[in-house]
């Protein structure tokens, strides 16, 4: 009986033999590039969604923009759109433009103030290569990014106003904003508003001016 129970004893542990070496490297790599798959997927999708997010964001600031453009514009009297200059008349560099706007208070409370019936806006270089710019207003009269405030970024270009002078007609300014993150590589996702706002106090019809 003793015998016989030693001699199967060898058996069972050949049936119970594990994996090798190489089958058990094999595994592991399988593994690794599975969760390296599952990792990269969800990577790419969170990339995603702060994209849309950014994007989504950007328009929507680009909108309020244009709608406080419209208001400013509609209230004013005059309006002139010139290259942005320093306190000694000469135009800065990096190059930005500015959009001057005459408001009569009295008729605008919402838009300036009693002590100033001027507005401005100006597109100001955020970056070294020249296709990102922010754009602020200000009542002061002095547009910058330290004395305005801020509106929107990510504007690929400065002039994004042009005046419109119609004979016997009001004045009007047009806008032309493209909005865009990435306008180098992902030219295809600029985001352009565009506009034409009429001075709706304009007195002096067709007169614009237009020192640029």
Same mark, same amino acid.
């Given at each position: 009986?003793?015998?016989?129970? #030693? ?14 070496? /190489?089958?058990?490297? /094999? /595994? ?32 929507? &600031? ?20 010139? #290259? *942005?200059?320093? &306190? ?34 100006? *597109? ?44 016997? #007609?009001?004045?009007? /300014? ?10 180098? &590589? ?16 304009? &007195? ?9």
């Amino acid at each position: 009986m003793g015998g016989g129970h #030693k001699r199967s004893h060898p058996a069972r542990l050949l049936g119970q033999a594990g994996y090798t070496l /190489v089958e058990t490297l /094999v /595994v592991m790599t399988l593994l690794l590039i599975v969760i390296g798959s599952i990792a990269d997927a969800f990577s790419s999708a969170s990339h995603t969604e702060v994209d849309q997010t950014h994007r989504a964001d950007d328009q929507e &600031s680009a909108r309020l923009t244009l709608q406080r453009l419209r208001r400013d514009i509609h209230c004013a009297s005059a309006a002139q759109v010139q #290259k *942005t200059r320093d &306190s000694s008349g000469t135009v800065i560099s990096p190059l930005g433009y500015t959009l001057n706007l005459a408001v009569d208070p009295g008729i605008c409370l919402a838009v300036t103030t009693s002590a100033s019936n001027t507005v401005q806006w100006c *597109t100001v270089q955020k970056d070294t290569s020249g296709t990102r710019f922010g754009v602020y207003r200000t009542i002061s009269g002095n547009c910058n990014s330290s004395d305005a405030v801020f509106q929107v970024d990510y504007v690929t270009r400065p002039d994004i106003w042009a005046m419109i002078c119609p004979t016997s #007609k009001l004045q009007a /300014v047009a806008v032309d904003m493209p909005v865009n993150r990435d306008p180098v &590589s992902r030219a295809g996702r600029t985001y352009e508003l565009q506009d034409t706002i009429a001075l709706r106090n304009d &007195s002096v019809l067709g007169n614009c001016s237009t020192d640029t």
